[in-house]
C-alpha cells in the first residue's frame, strides 16, 4: 500500500474510476472539491465546486454529474462549469447529499444525510428515467452506499451510526424488498463507503477503524486491511485491468496530536487488490 496524493483532504470520499479518461475522481466534501489522479501520467487536479459535494460520477454524455448540498448537477471538466439538473430535499437545508454509485443498469442511487450527523432524516434516492428523483429504501442519520451485487439484484446500504449493512432484493423496475441485515460491525470504527468486487464480495472502509473489511456475499468477514490512518471512507477499483484498489480517507476532526501520528491522514491511497472489480458503469438514464 502507498499513499498517491498526500492532499490532507478534510473529509476525502467518493472514489469512482473513470474509464474513458483512466483516471479516478473523487470530492473532498467540506472543502467542496472534486478531485482527478490519472495514476500512469502522475497529474493531479483539483476542481472547485460551489458547495459540499457528496459524490461524482461519469454521466453518458460525457460529463460528470455532481451531488451537491441542494441538488444534482452536471459538471464539464473543460469549462469547470456546473449546472443544475435536479433540486433534491429542499426543504432540508440541513441536509447534504453523501455516497451514490450507478447499478449495472445504468441508474444513479445516492443518499442524504444530516449534516450535523445526529437526525434520522437522510433518505436513499434513485435518479428515474423522467429526471425525477424519488426515495427507495430507509431512512437513517447517516447514509452510505448503495453499492449492487455483479447482476444488480442485490443492492447493499449503509446505515453508518448503528453500524449496520442491510441488503435488499432489487427488481428490474428499482424496486426494494427482502430487507435483511447483511452484516454487523463490530469493534472500533463505522462502516463508510461500501463497493463491490467481480466476485460479489462487499468492501467496506471504516470511519476512524483504521481498516477496510472484506464480506462475502452470505456476509461473513473473509479480509482486513490496515491502514496507517484512522478514518478510511470509501474504495474504489481502478487502473486498466480493474487491480488496483484505490481508498480514500479523512482528516476532518483529527486535533494536533492525532495528525502528527497520522501525517497521511486525509490521503488517496492504493495497492494491488487480490480480486478485479465490476467494470465502471456510466449514468444513462433521467440526464
Known sequence: MECRWELGALLGEGPVWSSRDAALWFVDITRHWLHRYDPAAETRRTFAAPGQCGFVLPSADGAFIVGIQGGLHRFDPATRKFDLLVRVEAALPGNRLNDAVVDPHGYLWFGSMDDAERDATGTFY?????????????????????????????????????????????????????????ATVDGPGYPDGPTVDEDGHVWIGLYDGWCARRYSPNGALIDTVTFPVANITKLAFGGSDRRTLFATTASKNLDADALAQQPLAGGLFAWSAPVRGLAGVEISHGI
Open 126 to 182: 434513485r435518479l428515474d428515467d423522467d429526471g425525477e428523483v424519488r426515495p427507495r429504501g430507509f431512512t437513517c442519520a447517516i447514509t452510505n452506499g448503495p453499492a449492487f451485487s455483479p447482476d444488480g439484484r442485490t443492492g447493499y446500504f449503509v446505515d453508518t451510526l448503528a453500524r449496520q449493512i442491510w441488503a435488499y432484493d432489487v427488481s428490474s423496475k428499482g424496486e426494494l424488498t427482502g430487507r435483511r441485515l447483511f
